[in-house]
């Protein structure tokens, strides 16, 4: 099973949303995937569709708060009629990282912790596949790249093994509502994996 653990990002939109203490954010788009085996043979996966949601809060001294939450299928997901029927995987992952701001950045160290959750036929595997790393963060606005090391239990279950820690690189790019994000996850049965994803208004659950 094939699936992400963390995002990329760098440069892009409006300064107005560096002011924002709180930015929750919803993108749908289309990701495309090269999947590498243990001996470091590089193929096209599946392409796959992904439903993002992610929140980011700015706190006292320069921290920074951050989850993301995916679900991942083979065909289009619906915002406002989600459904596990047709899931590929479930995952959700927190980061914190503590930056100062340069005159166009925030940089500083951060730490990630998350989980995958394959769905396989309609069927919830609960057995958690964790990941954790650290390293560090650069933003600006909604586009930030995190570079880290660490641990991603999916890729290791995916080899059955377990080479020790990772690099992992994950971020996005956005401008006007259109954003490039990807990831890369290094090491046997590593993922890469990039897509354009665009921002949707969050739905009205309930109304």
Known sequence: ????????????????????????????????????????????????????????????????????????????????????????????YASLSWTSKTKTFRVGPAVVAGALVPVEAGVVDWRIKGAYAGGLYVGRGRSWVLGLAGVDRAADAACSCSPGARAVVAGAIEVWRVSVQGEFVSGPSGRKRLGVMARLPLPQWGS
């Open 1 to 92: 099973m094939k699936t992400a653990v963390v995002l990329l990002a760098l440069a892009a939109p409006a300064a107005a949303a560096e002011r924002i203490p709180v930015v929750t954010n919803l993108y749908a788009g289309r990701m495309v995937t090269v999947e590498q085996d243990k001996a470091g043979r590089l193929s096209r996966g599946n392409d796959l569709y992904s439903l993002r949601f992610t929140v980011a809060a700015a706190g006292p001294a320069g921290l920074r708060l951050a989850f993301r939450g995916d679900i991942t299928s083979f065909a289009a997901v619906d915002p406002n009629a989600l459904t596990l029927e047709t899931a590929r995987s479930v995952e959700g």
